[in-house]
């Protein structure tokens, strides 16, 4: 099964498991009025299928409302490219006109944001912002030799040209966006010829206001005159199981899943009934995958992360003076470091999340290991090692030449000695042969 239809298929299965829990929304306008309506929603991550569900279920409200725009404010450092196709083909499809809104200041729309704010029917700016670097990153991928990451880049760069020509927007620049990961600030953006954005807004307020009485025309050649005084504005949230599922994508808590299932697995091997750490590994690990098929991913550094907790595993198992855990704390900090693959920092693990994290699993390894050799040095108190050295209070008295009993451990066994003990006296074990101790006075 190829990548791409893991891609979809995954997160499909584990958003379907989840009840669908509805963030509150701005209540729908009452049928018959008559001013017109906005809907406007927040993309504030990683473009991934999470987000993606979120931008086309916007779209398909307004649709079946007949409303007059779409507004997304968008902040995104990039995301994956199969998720990006499906928003901006519903973008090209969708009856209702859409705006997509870089800012407040200080934001950007990075990678996937570049396209998205390139494919929309309004493109705006706030001011102190940027959008660009848009060369493809295949997340969860292999490293790709140079004739395939051309192949990639230029077939995405066909794509925005493509997208930009549509729009009327600057197709040397789009382009350049993708194979030369070049970024654009607003005023570069806009002073472009032809422009690569619209115009510069402070807020959805102001871009609402300079957007009134525009015509906008369409992908499909059509003209639209927009009409956003007095505008019914229709605020969209994700729902609670969209937010749960957009945070998991988060390369922290990816790292942290990650290791809370490998954990839990090893714990649950080592315990076979335990029950609990099983399940607790098993859904963590399948989360952890989610995560990872959306994010950048290094198999070099996965390697190295699973390779330390294993090393962990083994040290309560084998006896290696140490050596174990030193590997497996070295392996694990190197291959944290190297587990995503981007140049966002938004998409890179934060050593002070790490560090915590390797520390704590350091923690957990060096305890169990005490404990499994303090087990090992202590007398086994079960079976016939258990045995040999207990302490027996005659009850009938021993002859070298005639066995008596003693009580040992609660329980009433016949005993032998090389010399004669009387009852009541107390003796140790020994030895043990079949169902016959070996005494000696205390």
Same mark, same amino acid.
């Given at each position: 099964?190829?990548?791409?239809?893991?891609?979809?298929?995954?997160?499909?299965?584990?958003?379907?498991?989840?009840?669908?829990?509805?963030?509150?929304?701005?209540?729908?306008?009452?049928?018959?009025?008559?001013?017109?309506?906005?809907?406007?929603?927040?993309?504030?991550?990683?473009?991934?299928?999470?987000?993606?569900?979120?931008?086309?279920?916007?779209?398909?409200?307004?649709?079946?409302?007949?409303?007059?725009?779409?507004?997304?404010?968008?902040?995104?450092?990039?995301?994956?490219?199969?998720?990006?196709?499906?928003?901006?083909?519903?973008?090209?499809?969708?009856?209702?006109?859409?705006?997509?809104?870089?800012?407040?200041?200080?934001?950007?729309?990075?990678?996937?944001?570049?396209?998205?704010?390139?494919?929309?029917?309004?493109?705006?700016?706030?001011?102190?912002?940027?959008?660009?670097?848009?060369?493809?990153?295949?997340?969860?991928?292999?490293?790709?030799?140079?004739?395939?990451?051309?192949?990639?880049?230029?077939?995405?760069a066909a794509w925005v040209r493509t997208l930009?020509?549509?729009?009327?927007?600057?197709?040397?620049?789009?382009?350049?966006?993708?194979?030369?990961?070049?970024?654009?600030?607003?005023?570069?953006?806009?002073?472009?010829?032809?422009?690569?954005?619209?115009?510069?807004?402070t807020d959805v307020t102001d871009l609402l206001?300079?957007?009134?009485?525009?015509?906008?025309?369409?992908?499909?050649?059509?003209?639209?005159?927009?009409?956003?005084?007095?505008?019914?504005?229709?605020?969209?949230?994700?729902?609670?199981?969209?937010?749960?599922?957009?945070?998991?994508?988060?390369?922290?808590?990816? &790292?942290? *899943?990650?290791? $809370?299932? #490998?954990?839990?697995?090893?714990?649950? @091997?080592?315990?076979? =009934?335990?029950? +609990?750490? %099983?399940?607790?590994?098993?859904?963590?690990?399948?989360?952890?995958? &989610?995560? *990872?098929?959306? $994010?950048? #991913?290094?198999?070099?550094?996965?390697? @190295?992360?699973?390779? =330390?907790?294993? +090393?962990? %595993?083994?040290?309560?198992?084998?006896?290696?003076?140490?050596?174990?855990?030193?590997?497996?704390?070295?392996?694990?900090?190197?291959?944290?470091?190297? @587990?995503?693959?981007?140049?966002?920092?938004?998409?890179?693990?934060?050593?002070?999340?790490?560090?915590?994290?390797?520390?704590?699993?350091?923690?957990?390894?060096?305890?169990?290991?005490?404990?499994?050799?303090?087990?090992?040095?202590?007398?086994?108190?079960?079976?016939?090692?258990?045995?040999?050295?207990?302490?027996?209070?005659?009850?009938?008295?021993?002859?070298?030449?005639?066995?008596?009993?003693?009580?040992?451990?609660?329980?009433?066994?016949?005993?032998?000695?090389?010399?004669?003990?009387?009852?009541?006296?107390?003796?140790?074990?020994?030895?043990?042969?079949?169902?016959?101790?070996?005494?000696?006075?205390?």
């Open positions: 099964m190829t990548r791409d239809v893991w891609s979809k298929l995954l997160p499909a299965v584990i958003i379907a498991s989840l009840p669908a829990v509805a963030a509150p929304q701005t209540a729908e306008p009452a049928p018959g009025v008559t001013a017109p309506v906005i809907y406007t929603a927040e993309v504030d991550s990683a473009i991934h299928p999470v987000s993606a569900e979120y931008m086309i279920q916007t779209m398909d409200r307004a649709d079946a409302v007949g409303a007059a725009l779409v507004v997304f404010t968008l902040r995104t450092p990039g995301g994956l490219v199969d998720s990006t196709r499906d928003i901006v083909a519903r973008m090209l499809a969708s009856k209702t006109p859409v705006a997509v809104f870089v800012g407040p200041a200080g934001a950007r729309a990075a990678s996937a944001g570049f396209m998205l704010t390139i494919a929309a029917d309004v493109a705006a700016m706030a001011p102190g912002t940027h959008i660009g670097a848009a060369h493809p990153v295949q997340p969860g991928a292999p490293e790709m030799d140079e004739t395939m990451t051309q192949k990639a880049a230029q077939d995405v930009a020509a549509g729009r009327g927007r600057n197709v040397e620049l789009a382009e350049r966006a993708v194979n030369e990961s070049r970024a654009f600030t607003e005023q570069e953006a806009l002073a472009a010829t032809p422009p690569l954005v619209d115009l510069l807004a206001a300079k957007l009134d009485g525009r015509t906008v025309r369409r992908f499909e050649g059509a003209t639209v005159v927009l009409e956003t005084t007095g505008a019914s504005l229709v605020a969209v949230e994700m729902t609670q199981r969209q937010r749960i599922l957009s945070a998991i994508a988060n390369p922290n808590i990816a &790292f942290m *899943l990650l290791s $809370l299932g #490998v954990l839990g697995l090893t714990i649950e @091997l080592w315990s076979p =009934g335990a029950i +609990l750490p %099983g399940i607790v590994g098993g859904v963590s690990l399948l989360l952890a995958f &989610f995560a *990872l098929q959306m $994010l950048p #991913v290094n198999y070099a550094g996965l390697l @190295l992360i699973l390779l =330390g907790l294993l +090393l962990l %595993g083994l040290e309560i198992k084998v006896t290696s003076y140490g050596m174990l855990t030193v590997g497996g704390v070295i392996s694990l900090v190197f291959g944290s470091m190297i @587990l995503i693959d981007a140049p966002e920092p938004e998409l890179q693990l934060s050593l002070q999340f790490v560090v915590p994290v390797v520390i704590g699993f350091t923690a957990i390894g060096v305890f169990l290991v005490r404990l499994a050799l303090v087990a090992q040095r202590m007398r086994s108190v079960t079976g016939e090692s258990g045995m040999v050295g207990a302490v027996a209070d005659v009850l009938q008295p021993i002859a070298p030449d005639r066995p008596g009993q003693v009580r040992a451990h609660g329980e009433i066994w016949r005993a032998a000695a090389p010399e004669a003990i009387d009852a009541g006296a107390r003796v140790r074990v020994t030895g043990i042969e079949g169902l016959t101790l070996t005494v000696e006075k205390m």
